[in-house]
C-alpha cells in the first residue's frame, strides 16, 4: 500500500500529463528524486549512486525505472503501471538510459519533444540523451513539477502537521540536555532520539530521515553546521535547530537565545529579530506577496540598524526535501519572487541577522496557509531565558 491516497497519485500524474499536453511534449523523463518520488510515491531517500527515474508518455503507459537493488521498494509504493529495473552489470546511467529508449520506442528516430528537468540535469546526462535522440527538440518541464508541488494536499499536510508535532517534541528534549560543559553532538542527539522515539509512537509505518542543528556562540554564524564536540559555557548564544523529516517531507522548528545573562548587544539583535519574526508570521495569509513579506522583515531589521548584517530572505516553502536539501523555488519569501501565496501552501517564516564576532540569531516556524489566515504547526514558546544558568 502506498503512502498517498491513489485516488491523490492518480491526480499528480494526470495534472502533469496535462502540463505536458500544454507544452506539447511526447515524453518526458523525471530523473530528480524528490520529482520522481512526487510523481511515483515511490520514497527513494537516498540514491547510494543508483539512479530512479520516472518517464511519462501522455495518453500511454508511465513507468518507474530504478535499481534491482530497490525492487521491493518501487513494487510497495509505486502508484505507475509500469515497473522496470535494472542490476549492477553495467553503469547504473546507461542501464537507465536504455529503458527510457525502450519506452520511447519509434519516437528514437522522430522529431519529437522530449521533457527534461533542464536546471537539475547534468552535462553528461543532457549529451546522452541528445546522442540517443538526435531529431528531438528537448523542453524544460522541472517548473511545470515544481508548480504542482507547491499546494500541498490533505494527506501531504497531515504528514507536515505530524512533523510539527515532532518538532515540538525535539525542541524540548533540545532544552531539556541543556547544561553547563554539554557537546553539541549529544544535545543534536538527544533531540534526534526523542523525535524518532515520537515518531515510533505516533506513526509507526513513517521512515524517517530526522535530523538536528545544536550550534553555540560563534557556530551560530553558520545556519547548517553540523553538530560538533563544541561545549556549552555560559554568555553562550544557542541555535535550537529541529527537523522532523517523515516520508521526505521536512519540517523545521528554530529558536535563538542565551545560555545565561545576554549582553546588551545580544538582547538589541534578539529584540529585532523578534519583532521581524512576529510581523513575518502575522502577514502570512492568502494573496499577499511572498517577496512583499521579504521586504517587511527586512525593513524591520534595517530600522535597527541590521541592513549590512541579513543573509538571507525571510523563509521558504516546506514539503519533500530529499535531494540535497532541495525545495520549491516558487515558495521562497525572498524579494524577486512575485508570487502569492494560496491556501494549503506550506512555508516558514524566518528573517535573521548574523553578526560576526558575535553571533546568528534566527527563530523560524512553518505556517499552513489557509482560506482566510494561517496556522501554525511548530507553535513553540519564543522566548527561552535561562538568565541563571
Not at 179 to 194: K, R, S
Not at 248 to 267: D, I, K, M, P
Not at 347 to 352: A, D, F, L, M, R
Request: aromatic share 8%; net charge negative; hydrophobic share 40%.
Amino acid at each position: 500500500m502506498g503512502i498517498f491516497p491513489s485516488v491523490e497519485m492518480k491526480r499528480r500524474l494526470a495534472a502533469f500529463e496535462s502540463a505536458l499536453e500544454e507544452r506539447r511534449v511526447d515524453i518526458a523523463l523525471v530523473h530528480t528524486a524528490d520529482n520522481v518520488y512526487y510523481l511515483s510515491g515511490v520514497p527513494l531517500l537516498s540514491e547510494w549512486g543508483r539512479p530512479m527515474w520516472v518517464v511519462v508518455r501522455p495518453g500511454s503507459e508511465s513507468a518507474i525505472v530504478g535499481a534491482s537493488i530497490e525492487t521491493e521498494n518501487m513494487a510497495a509504493y509505486s502508484s505507475l503501471p509500469r515497473v522496470l529495473s535494472y542490476a549492477d552489470e553495467e553503469r547504473v546511467t546507461d542501464a537507465c538510459l536504455k529503458h527510457v529508449m525502450s519506452l520511447a520506442g519509434g519516437a528514437r528516430d522522430s522529431a519529437i519533444r522530449f521533457g527534461i528537468e533542464r536546471s537539475a540535469m547534468t552535462i553528461d546526462l543532457y549529451e546522452a540523451l541528445r546522442a540517443s535522440l538526435p531529431r528531438a527538440t528537448f523542453v524544460d518541464i522541472g517548473e511545470a513539477i515544481a508548480g504542482l508541488r507547491l499546494i500541498k494536499s490533505t494527506k501531504e499536510i497531515e504528514i507536515l502537521e505530524l512533523g510539527g508535532t515532532v518538532a515540538k517534541i525535539g525542541a524540548n528534549a533540545f532544552l531539556e540536555a541543556l547544561t553547563d560543559g554539554i557537546p553539541e553532538l549529544t544535545v543534536a542527539g538527544h533531540a534526534v532520539a526523542e523525535m524518532d522515539r515520537a515518531l515510533a509512537a505516533l506513526y509507526p509505518d513513517g521512515s524517517t530521515s530526522t535530523y538536528a542543528y545544536a550550534q553555540f556562540a560563534e557556530h551560530t554564524l553558520t545556519p547548517h553546521l553540523h553538530a560538533t564536540g563544541r561545549r556549552l559555557r555560559r554568555g553562550d548564544l544557542v541555535a535550537l535547530n529541529v527537523f522532523p523529516t517523515i516520508w521526505g517531507y521536512c519540517v523545521e522548528l528554530e529558536r535563538t537565545f542565551v545560555f545565561g545573562r545576554a549582553t546588551q548587544e545580544q538582547q538589541s539583535a534578539l529584540d529585532a529579530v523578534n519583532e521581524a519574526f512576529d510581523a513575518g508570521k502575522d502577514a502570512v495569509r492568502p494573496g499577499a506577496g511572498m517577496g512583499e513579506i521579504d521586504v517587511l522583515t527586512r525593513k524591520i531589521l534595517e530600522r535597527h540598524g541590521y541592513s549590512t548584517y541579513i543573509r538571507h530572505g525571510a523563509g521558504h516553502a516546506h514539503g519533500i526535501m530529499i535531494g540535497a536539501a532541495s525545495r520549491e523555488e516558487g515558495g521562497e519569501l525572498r524579494v524577486y519572487n512575485s508570487g502569492r501565496l494560496q491556501p494549503n501552501m506550506a512555508n516558514s517564516v524566518e528573517p535573521g541577522v548574523y553578526l560576526p564576532k558575535i553571533g546568528g540569531f534566527r527563530h523560524s516556524d512553518v505556517m499552513i496557509i489557509t482560506s482566510d489566515g494561517a496556522r501554525c504547526i511548530t507553535d513553540f514558546p519564543r522566548d527561552i531565558i535561562y538568565a541563571n544558568a
